[in-house]
Each structure stands twice: as structure tokens, then as C-alpha cells.
């Protein structure tokens, strides 16, 4: 094949994708012979691992070493399975590249796969050969989004810390405590695991290698813990327990395996679909709020928030349209909550009735102010439920942010703010309560006549329930990541509900495709 005909079957295989055709196939070899272009994508496939994907579901060794024989050797049949086999492994990657491995929808109930973006790995890998720049394939096929880049370059760190003799051998056991209580170490504290634990804080750099190590848990080594305790969602006290030692242990390659799976979901997660949105971290218990300008995204707001108890009311994976704000709201308890907690309580204290403000509501809309056991009885039968008014006592607290769901999850105000002071934040029945609420409905009423900073302080502290409808409906994402890239250093999080255990054991048990004459 002469380098004229690779060039027009290049221009013409873009023109014919561009107008639907679907029978093109990459020219990989001529004559034989691999041309440049294979090595180049057969050295993408084997650069695989850097995004957290599997070489071998490409048959990258494979493909290597049958280039290698051919360029050793060219042969016109083995040549043709070559370039087979290649084109299909690398359709493949830049489809798995963009949209993920698995189908979210396999692991959590409800998930609504993100709109078509218009993403054609046949297109854009016919665009790339004909400007001889295949790595331009792999960057139209990633996640426009600057946290996957910082994901891998923190994933190649991990990965080549995997086998540090820093956890070759575990920490001692903890110092005791004189007054008992679970052992600790706290600064001032001598304990014969110093060395190891300032090797580990070194290798995953929140301790200086040049650093001058105290005699005891004191100075930089204080200091250095507190940082490694902040990266991975603890109490940055400085003080080495149970919760931060179970952190320490897990190794450098533990943490790439995580690093990972938040790449996967990465490939899954519509970021820069709409010019606005709300995204909540579960597992890092916080709210951001976006805004794309010109493809870049520009963090609004970020704030704590509080979630579904991990044990038994989690927080679902959302992808909703918020469409209205609910100032002064009533809370409408949930028969689950009703059977399970609000009545029970109400016959062993019926004073909390009057002090937290609630009332029967029927199913006429009629309400009832007075508490009695037949009316009690009634909300167990479900003839009658009950809400609490709008007031300082009132569980949604002064405003309810409504994004319509099959679950009735909502983010909203709470009176109980000392919660948000812990590092763990899962306290809720599953609906998600925010730090900032003034703050989130200006970004949310952002540009809606009217709705400034003042009157929305107004609305929350009138008392009257009133209900805003958005003019422009606004994305609200609840998304589950445990590791993320925060002013340059990678943050890790506990898998609260358990997701990536899921995740991780689907994508082991994964079974990729055989490629079409896959070459021996």
C-alpha cells in the first residue's frame, strides 16, 4: 500500500463515518508490515493501566507480541488477523475510555444513563489517523474534566509506592491508655512504631524525607499525621487511634485499586452537560455547586452536608432536575419514620407533640391539632399522616431544595447544626441537609428576578410555607467517589455505604469479549 492510498482511505474512512458508514475499517498494515500507527496504538493499549483499565482486555501483550514478529518478519495472513484484532481492541478502549466498563444500571437501582453526548470512537479514531495524532483519539475519549487527569497522575503514584517496604511489616500495637479505653497514641507519647510511621507518612508525602524525626509523637511528626488524618476524611487531631491506624494500614496499592474505581465512575458522570449544577460527594459528606464557562468548570459553592445512616437509611445515586424551592416548609414524616419512631415516641411522651409542633393531616387535606391514641392508631393504619408546622423545631428547618424523585430524598436546612462539626456525617433518615442554605438558594435563584440575598433571609425567616418554582430547572447530582484530587493532594474517603466493594468485585468478575481473530 503506498503512502498516497494509506493517506486517501484515511480522508475517506473520516468522510464516510461522517456520513454514517459504518463499514470502514483502520488501515494497521501495508503489505504485511505494521505501519507507524500500530505501534502507536498498541503502546496506547499497553499504557491501558495508567487510566485504570486492564491491558489484557485488549490483548495488548497479544498485539505486542505478534508486532513484534511482524516487523521481524512481515506476513501478509498474520498481518490481516493483526489488523483485525487491533482495529476491534482499539474500538474498544476508546469506547471504554468514555463511557466506563460497566453499565451503572447493573449495580444501583434506579440509574438513569447520562444523554447521548454524541461521543463515536469510529469518527474520532478516523479523524485521528488522518492527522497522524492517535493520542488524539485517547483525549476525545477521556472526561473532559481536570479531577480524571489529577486522578491519574495520582493513580501512577500509588501505583509505583505498591510494594514499599513501609508495609511490609505492621505498625506495634498502641500505646495503652492509664485510665483504660481503646490505646492511642497522642503527642507527647513515646511508642517503638515511630520509625514505621514516619516512613509511611514520607513515602505518601505528608512527612519531608528531610525532616528531622522527634524522640516522641511531637513537632513535624504531629503535624505530618494531622495532614494524612485531613486527606482521609479523619479528625485531624494528631492523635493516632483505632479509625486513622486502620487508614495507615491500607497499602499503596489498596489505594490505587480505589483511585481506580473513582475513574470509573468519572467515565459515568455528566459533569459539563449543563452550564449549572449541584453535585454531593456521599462519601466525602460535601455539596458543590458548578458553573461552565466556556468548557471550564468553575466551583460556586461547596459546603458539609449530612446524609442517609449508613447502616440502614443510605442516601441514594440520584440524577434529578431541581424545580423548586420551599421556604418556612412543613416536614411530612414519612409513614417509615411515622411506624418506627413518631408514634412509638408520642405514646411514651405525649408532650413532644405541642413542643415540636405537629398535627394530623387526613385525606380530605382536613388538619387535626389534637393528639389522641385513636388517631395514632389511625396513622398505623394509614388513614391519617402526620406533619410538623413550619417553626424553629421543624426538621427541613427554614427551606427545602425539591428535585422529584421516586425516593423523596431533597436536600434542606436542619436545626440540629452541631452535626456538621463531625468528620463522619451520616445522621439523616436519607435526605441530604446542607451547611450553607442561604448560600445554596442564591446559587440556586441565581438570576431569577427578584431573589437576592435579602429577601431570600426574608422568605426563610417569615415563617409561611411558600413554594418558588425555578425558572430553569437545575441538575442535582448525588454521586459516590472515595478518592479525590483537592489542592494537588489526593483525598481518600471510607466507603461509606459499601458501593465500591460492589463495584470493585463486578469489575473483577468482568469477562471481556474476545477479539475478532485475535492473533496467537
Known amino acids: 500500500m503506498s503512502s498516497i492510498w494509506t493517506h486517501t482511505a484515511r480522508v475517506l474512512g473520516a468522510a464516510l463515518l461522517a456520513v454514517g458508514g459504518a463499514a470502514w475499517a483502520a488501515p494497521w498494515q501495508d503489505g504485511g508490515r505494521p505501519l507507524p500507527e500500530a505501534r502507536e496504538a498498541v503502546a496506547l493499549l499497553d499504557d491501558a493501566a495508567s487510566h485504570g483499565l486492564q491491558p489484557r482486555d485488549y490483548g495488548a501483550p497479544a498485539l505486542r507480541r505478534t508486532l513484534e514478529q511482524l516487523e521481524q518478519a512481515p506476513d501478509a495472513a498474520t498481518a490481516q488477523a493483526f489488523e483485525a484484532s487491533l482495529d476491534e481492541a482499539f474500538r474498544r478502549f476508546l469506547r471504554e475510555l ?21 461521543f463515536d470512537p469510529d469518527t474520532v479514531l478516523a479523524e485521528a489517523l488522518a492527522r497522524h495524532r492517535l493520542h488524539a483519539a485517547v483525549d476525545a475519549a477521556v472526561p473532559p474534566l481536570p479531577q480524571y487527569q489529577r486522578l491519574r497522575e495520582a493513580l501512577a503514584r500509588y501505583q509505583a509506592l505498591d ?44 512527612l519531608d524525607e528531610a525532616a528531622t524525626l522527634p524522640p516522641r509523637h511531637a513537632g513535624v511528626l504531629v503535624e505530618a499525621l494531622r495532614r494524612f488524618q485531613e486527606r482521609h476524611g479523619l479528625q485531624a487531631d494528631g492523635v493516632l487511634g483505632r479509625d486513622t491506624r486502620a487508614a495507615l494500614d491500607v497499602s499503596p496499592g489498596r489505594r490505587a485499586r480505589q483511585i481506580v474505581l473513582a475513574l470509573e465512575r468519572l467515565r459515568w458522570t455528566p459533569l459539563t452537560r449543563a452550564p449549572r449544577m449541584i453535585v454531593v460527594n456521599l462519601p466525602e459528606f460535601v455539596l458543590r455547586a458548578y458553573e461552565v464557562r466556556d468548557g471550564r468548570i468553575e466551583l460556586r459553592q461547596e459546603m458539609k452536608v449530612i446524609v442517609g445512616k449508613a447502616l440502614d437509611t443510605r442516601t441514594p445515586l440520584l440524577d434529578e432536575q431541581m424545580r423548586s424551592i420551599e421556604f418556612s416548609p412543613y416536614w411530612n414524616v414519612p409513614p417509615s419514620i411515622a411506624r418506627g419512631e413518631l408514634v412509638p415516641r408520642l405514646r411514651r411522651d405525649p408532650g413532644y407533640w405541642s413542643r415540636e409542633g405537629f398535627e394530623f393531616v387526613a385525606p380530605d387535606g382536613s388538619v387535626q391539632t389534637g393528639l389522641s391514641a385513636t388517631r395514632l392508631d389511625a396513622v398505623l393504619a394509614g388513614q391519617l399522616r402526620i406533619r410538623q408546622r413550619p417553626g424553629p423545631r421543624n426538621a427541613l428547618g427554614d427551606i ?5 424523585n421516586s425516593d423523596n430524598i431533597y436536600l434542606h436546612h436542619t436545626p440540629s447544626t452541631g452535626l456538621f462539626e463531625r468528620a463522619r456525617r451520616d445522621f439523616s433518615h436519607g435526605c441530604i441537609r446542607v451547611e450553607q442554605p442561604q448560600a445554596l438558594a442564591a446559587f440556586v435563584l441565581e438570576g431569577q428576578p427578584g431573589w437576592d440575598l435579602p429577601r431570600i433571609r426574608e422568605a426563610m425567616a417569615r415563617g409561611e410555607s411558600n413554594s418558588v418554582r425555578l425558572e430553569r430547572p437545575l441538575p442535582v447530582l448525588i454521586a459516590y467517589g472515595t478518592a479525590l484530587v483537592k489542592d494537588g493532594r489526593v483525598h481518600f474517603f471510607e466507603d461509606l455505604y459499601g458501593h465500591d466493594r460492589a463495584l470493585d468485585a463486578a469489575l473483577r468478575a468482568r469477562v471481556a469479549a474476545p477479539l475478532p481473530e485475535s492473533p496467537r
Open 163 to 206: 510494594g514499599h517496604p513501609a508495609w511490609a511489616e505492621p505498625l506495634p500495637a498502641l500505646p495503652a491508655r492509664p485510665g483504660g479505653g481503646a490505646p492511642r497514641l497522642e503527642p507527647g507519647q513515646a511508642w517503638s512504631g515511630l520509625a514505621l510511621l514516619a516512613q509511611r507518612l514520607q513515602a505518601l508525602g505528608d
Open 98 to 118: 468514555h463511557a466506563g466498563r460497566l453499565q451503572p444500571a447493573t449495580l444501583y437501582r434506579g440509574w438513569k444513563p447520562a444523554p447521548a453526548d454524541g
Open 400 to 404: 427545602k431544595f425539591v428535585f422529584p
